[in-house]
Nanobody, 123 residues
Framework: QVQLVESGGGLVQAGGSLRLSCAAS????????MGWYRQAPGKQRELVAV???????NYADSVKGRFTISRDNAKNTVYLQMISLKPEDTAVYYC?????????????????WGQGTQVTVSS
C-alpha cells in the first residue's frame, strides 16, 4: 500500500507565491516519476510538471519560468514552487507518482494519486 499526502495549497493574490509538497509513504521500492497535475472547474486534468528519477524535468508551457519542481529522494517527497501566480492557475493540484513496490510475486509498478490540494489565486 502506498499513500501520497499533499500540503501547501491555499488562497493567494495574483503575483504571489505558494509551495506545494507531496510525500509518498508505504511499500516503496523505487520511485520513477513524481509530478503535479491540476484540474480547474469544467476542465480536464492537465500536466503541470514532472520529475524523473534521473533528474530530468518537464513543464507545461503555461507555467515555464514561474513554477519549479524539485525532489528530495531521501524523503520520497516532491515539491512545486510556484511564483508569479495568476488567476488562471486556480485549480485543484494533484500529486502523481509512478512507484515500484515489492510484493510476494515480485516487483510491481503502479501509478498513485494524492487527494488534491486547492490553489486559488485572486485577481
Amino acid at each position: 500500500q502506498v499513500q501520497l499526502v499533499e500540503s501547501g495549497g491555499g488562497l493567494v493574490q495574483a503575483g504571489g507565491s505558494l509551495r506545494l509538497s507531496c510525500a509518498a509513504s508505504g511499500n516503496i521500492f523505487s520511485i520513477k516519476i513524481m509530478g503535479w497535475y491540476r484540474q480547474a472547474p469544467g476542465k480536464q486534468r492537465e500536466l503541470v510538471a514532472v520529475s524523473t528519477s534521473g533528474g530530468s524535468t518537464n513543464y507545461a508551457d503555461s507555467v515555464k519560468g514561474r513554477f519549479t519542481i524539485s525532489r528530495d529522494n531521501a524523503k520520497n517527497t516532491v515539491y512545486l514552487q510556484m511564483i508569479s501566480l495568476k488567476p488562471e492557475d486556480t485549480a485543484v493540484y494533484y500529486c502523481n507518482a509512478r512507484i515500484t513496490s515489492a510484493q510476494a510475486v515480485g516487483l510491481t509498478l503502479n501509478d498513485y494519486w494524492g487527494q488534491g490540494t486547492q490553489v486559488t489565486v485572486s485577481s
